[in-house]
């Protein structure tokens, strides 16, 4: 396995919808090389998600994993590949939470997101499966989404006067929230 390389906001492929994956990828030793590297790159750089643009690949493909302690977290999300993943939003509640992207390096800042969705997707093998997922996991599964269509999380922000530097949010604001 390899790490691969993170693209960085404002390299275009961070910017572009990403194609579906094709049935015929799933038997494909590259592709599940593929979904192996990234969750070796997400350890490495310790994120919680990763999608296939962020590694350069304009593919409907996203891993995600968060662990035990994660403070973020209510619960351990186990490992899991997300293909082709649809959204359904469950009711209309929205919760304000921080979050960063390894696309753009030691910032983070304040999102609002649904509480509540259904995903659809398929698995690494092509087989679908639907769950429900309610706070920072349908935080992660919808940040991760939106790098499909070329978005990021700045772009869903309502203002950018949260947006920190990691270590300015440990001094500064982490602190006051404890
Ligand atoms: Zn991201």
């Known amino acids: 396995m390899s790490i691969l390389k993170v693209a960085r906001i404002a ?3 961070l910017r572009a919808p990403a194609k579906p994956v094709p049935k015929s990828a799933f038997k494909h030793p590259l ?5 192996d590297d990234m969750r070796e790159t997400m350890y490495e750089y310790e994120g919680v998600g990763l999608a296939g643009p962020q ?6 493909l996203a891993v995600i994993e968060v662990p035990s302690d994660d403070e973020r977290s209510q619960a351990e999300v186990p490992f899991m590949v997300l293909v082709n993943p649809e959204i359904t ?6 919760l304000n939470g921080w979050e960063g ?16 969705l259904r995903l659809d997707a398929l698995d690494r093998y092509g087989k679908p499966y639907s769950l429900e997922a309610h706070d920072f ?13 070329g978005d990021v999380y700045l772009d869903r922000m309502q203002g950018m006067r949260s947006l920190s530097f ?10 006051h929230e404890e």
């Open 11 to 13: 390299h275009p492929v």
């Open 31 to 35: 592709f599940q090389q593929l979904i």
């Open 55 to 60: 590694v350069h690949e304009g593919l409907r």
């Open 89 to 94: 939003p469950i009711g209309d509640e929205t």
């Open 101 to 116: 992207c390894l696309s753009l390096p030691d910032l983070r800042g304040v999102v609002p997101r649904l509480k509540s």
């Open 137 to 149: 996991f349908a935080r992660v599964i919808q940040h991760e989404c939106d790098h499909l269509e």
């Open 166 to 175: 990691i270590k300015e949010f440990e001094d500064h604001l982490h602190k």
